[in-house]
């Protein structure tokens, strides 16, 4: 059964800079694809990032594109976002997904899901 736990939430003022982790459990995650979304409140929970598990390949939202970087350490297990020059607008649940296969935007392509980590960028 595959575990994912994030960690690395926090306050931030703007412009500041955090480093979101995922720990990967629970199988071998080769082919794989990892993404971290986020939520709002009273929003949906949209994408964020993802990357294929060897790293070869990644995507950005629009939004976090040149200011967010995700990364993977296999031998670790981890999946990691690097979040630099953050804004209030970043404020949010972050959560790491894991799928079998290639990495999609939509949420319902993700049947492996964290519990959330919060993250607040004051003005």
């Known amino acids: 059964q595959v575990q994912l736990v994030e960690s690395g939430g926090g306050l931030v003022q703007a412009g500041g800079s955090l480093r979101l982790s995922c720990a990967a459990s629970g199988r071998t995650f080769t082919n794989y694809a990892m993404a971290w979304f986020r939520q709002a409140p009273g929003k949906e929970r949209e994408f964020v990032s993802g990357?294929?598990?060897?790293?070869?390949?990644?995507y950005y939202a629009d939004s976090v594109n040149g200011r967010f970087t995700i990364s993977t350490d296999n031998a670790k297990n981890m999946v990691y976002l690097q979040m630099n020059s953050l804004k209030p607008e970043d404020t949010a649940v972050y959560y790491c997904?894991?799928?079998?296969?290639?990495?999609?935007?939509?949420?319902?392509?993700?049947?492996?899901w964290g519990q959330g980590t919060q993250v607040t960028v004051s003005s």
């Open positions: 990357i294929s598990w060897s790293g070869s390949t990644t």
């Open positions: 997904a894991a799928r079998s296969g290639s990495i999609y935007y939509s949420r319902g392509k993700y049947d492996n």
